[in-house]
């Protein structure tokens, strides 16, 4: 997965975890062009769109676009699987996910994401992160 998006029908990103580094405008320019893309197409279109060399797969829920990249080879109906469990998460922790729970809990979907696709090692990364290191363990001495 290259990235995930999730914007509001008036076109307003409420999250963005991107998996491929690139610099903020090239961020800001690719956000823009796939928002504008997906509010123009119709609902009763496809769910899968060629963009670039991507694969963009991306499913409305309520007030709420979820889109993600993926590779070109990538199988887009595990992609929107993914999304799916990924809303069913939310709705199991805010209890009916909205908007406004993402506005307000940016930090928690962000987490629930991570430990979603990362498959619980986020916490341990975090952890690891936190964990208080001597100079000799950072410099690799130990």
Avoid at 13 to 23: A, G, H, I, N
Avoid at 117 to 130: I, S, V
């Amino acid at each position: 997965m290259q990235f995930m998006l999730l914007f509001s029908r008036q076109g307003k990103l409420r999250l963005q975890k991107w998996y491929v580094p690139l610099s903020d405008k090239e961020r800001k320019k690719i956000s823009r062009d796939l928002v504008q893309t997906i509010l123009a197409r119709k609902p009763k279109m496809c769910s899968f769109l060629e963009w670039r060399d991507l694969k963009i797969v991306y499913k409305r829920y309520a007030s709420l676009y979820f889109c993600c990249a993926v590779e070109d080879q990538d199988n887009e109906l595990i992609t929107l699987e993914i999304i799916h469990r990924y809303v069913e998460l939310l709705d199991k922790y805010f209890g009916s996910v909205c908007e406004l729970d993402i506005i307000f809990n940016f930090e928690k979907a962000y987490f629930i994401l991570d430990e979603f696709l990362l498959g619980g090692e986020a916490d341990l990364l975090q952890e690891e992160a936190e964990a208080p290191r001597s100079v000799l363990e950072e410099i690799g001495l130990t």
